[in-house]
Nanobody, 123 residues
Framework: QVQLVESGGDVVQPGGSLRLSCVTSGFSFDYYSIGWFRQAPGKEREGVSCINLGSSTYYLDSVEGRFTISRDSAKKTVYLHMDSLRPEDSAVYYC?????????????????WGQGTQVTVSS
């Protein structure tokens, strides 16, 4: 059974930091690209970051330089470290897995999804 379980969401002040985790099971982790997506109320889901099976990384322009994605093959886990958080980063954050992603930040490329974790940036 495929599972992706996100954790680490919280309420944080602007300028703060969070680290999200995505623990996976049930598929061959090393063969998949793993992406982070977010969806705010009333908005479409957007790709935030991706790390592919070769550990190349991709970022949404607005998070470049503030967010860092990494993967740990031994733990089958992907992390998203978020610094300098802004109110506009508030959303439900999802991780997803793709076997053959052509465009790494497009949700339709992904095969499996987690349930999400809430990030709220507010003073």
């Amino acid at each position: 059974q495929v599972q992706l379980v996100e954790s680490g969401g919280d309420v944080v002040q602007p300028g703060g930091s969070l680290r999200l985790s995505c623990v996976t099971s049930g598929f061959s982790f090393d063969y998949y690209s793993i992406g982070w997506f977010r969806q705010a109320p009333g908005k479409e889901r957007e790709g935030v970051s991706c790390i592919n099976l070769g550990s190349s990384t991709y970022y949404l322009d607005s998070v470049e330089g503030r967010f860092t994605i990494s993967r740990d093959s031994a733990k089958k886990t992907v992390y998203l470290h978020m610094d300098s958080l802004r109110p506009e980063d508030s959303a439900v954050y999802y991780c997803a897995a793709a076997l053959n992603a052509g465009s790494y930040l497009y949700p339709v490329e992904y095969d499996y999804w987690g349930q999400g974790t809430q990030v709220t940036v507010s003073s």
